[in-house]
């Protein structure tokens, strides 16, 4: 049975592959908000950080007064998803970011950005992430992995072939997500169900 009320996920608008994620929870039945200002940040039950180029993402959200109010709202526990860039600022600590590169943190991690070398900068293939029946088809595109991660972050999902296997390249940490890969292309939307499925127990509560 649908529920009577949606959950309302945002996806912040600023750059990047924001269609795509819009599309990814339209098929979960969500409803979805394009968020560019404080206000509709506000009316989200989760929030989804698109990949694009995390450097341009965070300029952008200082530019447009939204990175003190995404920090807080990490930190009051919104549940967020980040895919690619949006798992860069999600991290605590980056390698090889650009100078005075900004994050929103939360996850307790140290992310390599750009980490997969010249030669794979870019490819796809299956990846089984814990929490999920069968592998999901991961998308990197100049993507980051996880180089260490503190002791409250879950790993779901590591490379599993090739000269980065081994490489961590999705995580949890409560009520944040990130994956190195872009989960959302080909109508598959069961890494966005995972954030889904962290709103429900705080609506229940509410
Ligand atoms: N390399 C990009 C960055 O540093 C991330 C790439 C992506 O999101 N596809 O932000």
Same mark, same amino acid.
């Given at each position: 049975?649908?529920?009577?009320?949606?959950?309302?996920?945002?996806?912040?608008?600023?750059?990047?592959?924001?269609?795509?994620?819009?599309?990814?929870?339209?098929?979960?039945?969500?409803?979805?908000?394009?968020?560019?200002?404080?206000?509709?940040?506000?009316?989200?039950?989760?929030?989804?950080?698109?990949?694009?180029?995390?450097?341009?993402?965070?300029?952008?959200?200082?530019?447009?007064?939204?990175?003190?109010?995404?920090?807080?709202?990490?930190?009051?526990?919104?549940?967020?998803?980040?895919?690619?860039?949006?798992?860069?600022?999600?991290?605590?600590?980056?390698?090889?970011?650009?100078?005075?590169?900004?994050?929103?943190?939360?996850?307790?991690?140290?992310?390599?950005?750009? +980490?997969? !070398? #010249?030669? /794979? $900068?870019?490819? =796809? %293939?299956?990846?089984?992430?814990?929490?999920?029946?069968?592998? &999901?088809? @991961?998308?990197?595109?100049?993507?980051?992995?996880?180089?260490?991660?503190?002791?409250?972050?879950?790993?779901?999902?590591?490379?599993?072939?090739?000269? +980065?296997? !081994? #490489?961590? /390249? $999705?995580?949890? =940490? %409560?009520?944040?997500?990130?994956?190195?890969?872009?989960?959302? &292309?080909? @109508?598959?939307?069961?890494?966005?169900?995972?954030?889904?499925?962290?709103?429900?127990?705080?609506?229940?509560?509410?």
């Amino acid at each position: 049975m649908p529920a009577a009320n949606p959950p309302t996920i945002g996806v912040l608008a600023l750059q990047g592959d924001v269609r795509e994620h819009v599309a990814a929870l339209e098929l979960l039945g969500c409803a979805t908000l394009r968020v560019r200002r404080p206000e509709e940040l506000a009316a989200c039950d989760a929030l989804v950080l698109p990949g694009g180029e995390s450097t341009t993402m965070a300029r952008l959200a200082r530019t447009f007064g939204l990175m003190e109010p995404l920090r807080e709202a990490v930190a009051a526990g919104l549940p967020v998803l980040g895919t690619c860039a949006g798992m860069i600022l999600l991290a605590d600590r980056v390698v090889d970011g650009a100078e005075g590169q900004e994050t929103l943190g939360g996850i307790d991690m140290t992310v390599r950005r750009n +980490a997969f !070398g #010249r030669q /794979v $900068a870019s490819f =796809e %293939g299956p990846v089984e992430m814990a929490g999920l029946d069968e592998p &999901v088809h @991961g998308v990197f595109i100049r993507a980051p992995w996880v180089e260490e991660v503190g002791p409250g972050v879950e790993v779901l999902a590591r490379v599993d072939h090739g000269e +980065a296997a !081994g #490489r961590i /390249v $999705a995580v949890r =940490e %409560g009520h944040l997500m990130a994956t190195s890969f872009h989960p959302e &292309v080909g @109508g598959d939307s069961r890494v966005h169900q995972l954030l889904v499925d962290l709103v429900r127990p705080r609506s229940r509560a509410e």
